[in-house]
Every structure is written in C-alpha cells, then in structure tokens.
C-alpha cells in the first residue's frame, strides 16, 4: 500500500512511501467477539506506532485505530458527497460524547480529489471502553450486525 503521511488539515508531509501491509485475520462471523483482545494487544504494543483495521469482509464498512505516545485515536472515512448522514451521525455520536475530532480534512480516492472526508477523534479509555464503542459505530453508523464477520489487521510500526 502507498502510504502519505498528512497534517491536521490533511496537507501532504514529506514524501510518501510504499509500505507492506499484513493479511487480515478472517473471523467468517461474530467479528465483534475478537475485538476486545485485539485493541488490548493494540493498547499494549510496546512499538512507537501501532495500529488496528476493523472491516467487514467485503471491506467497505469500517474503521483504523492507531496507538502512539500513550494516546489512542480512531479514524474513520466517509464518503462525504454521497453520505451525508453518516458523516452527520459520526459527528453527533462523537459530540455527545464530549470528543472532538483532531483531524477533519478531505482526501482523494484514486483518481477523484476530495472524495473522503478524514474523521479522526482521540479515544480515552482501556480495551474494554474502546471496544464498545468500536461496537457502536460498526453497528449504529455502518449497519454490521454481531453475527457479521471482521477482517482485523493488527500492525506494529517500528519506523513512524
């Protein structure tokens, strides 16, 4: 996967890189039973940067969570043109909860700029607390269901 480091308003930083990505673990159903151990693993990594994809199979639906310095954030990315609404909801649920996010910017997808809208918001708590809330949004904002499947793919990043 190529990869570009950005700014808080999403402007590039430095040169971008291609990085290898690891294969997901398939859990074929109930995906949300496996998240619990997998962002402890995440709150735990001893490596500067460590990170955490949740998404379906069809991987479409889903979020990133990435550990560095002590502190945990979720990103999410929305079609923003197109759906409106969940990115209302996203910004409802995370306002509620007295979160703000620390990155919002838009990004291109392949060839069509501006295309996603890049939600990223600290989450304060342990594995537990995170988990549930990961649980929320997949199944509030993105419609998985509990019997649903997850690919998960946990990274330790010893170069960020």
């Known amino acids: 996967m190529y990869v570009r480091t950005?700014?808080?308003?999403?402007?590039?930083?430095?040169?971008?890189?291609?990085?290898?990505?690891?294969e997901p673990d398939h859990f074929p159903s109930h995906g949300f039973d496996h998240l619990e151990s997998y962002i402890g693993r995440l709150l735990a990594s001893p490596a500067s940067f460590a990170s955490l994809q949740i998404f379906t199979a069809d991987g479409q639906r889903g979020l990133g969570l990435?550990?560095?310095?002590?502190?945990?954030?979720?990103?999410?990315?929305?079609d923003w043109r197109r759906e409106p609404a969940k990115e209302a909801k996203i910004r409802d649920l995370f306002r509620a909860l007295?979160?703000?996010p620390t990155q919002d910017y838009l990004a291109?997808?392949?060839n069509v700029r501006?295309?996603?809208?890049?939600?990223?918001?600290?989450?304060?708590g342990?594995?537990?607390?995170?988990?549930?809330?990961?649980q929320r949004i997949l199944t509030e904002i993105y419609g998985v269901t509990a019997d649903d499947g997850l690919n998960i793919t946990y990274q330790d990043h010893q170069d960020a």
């Open 6 to 22: 950005v700014d808080a308003d999403g402007k590039q930083i430095g040169d971008g890189k291609w990085v290898d990505v690891p």
């Open 98 to 100: 007295g979160l703000s």
């Open 114 to 124: 501006d295309a996603a809208r890049v939600l990223t918001y600290p989450l304060p």
């Open 66 to 78: 990435h550990h560095r310095d002590k502190q945990t954030e979720i990103s999410l990315i929305i």
């Open 126 to 134: 342990g594995a537990h607390e995170i988990s549930s809330l990961c």
């Open 108 to 110: 291109g997808n392949g």
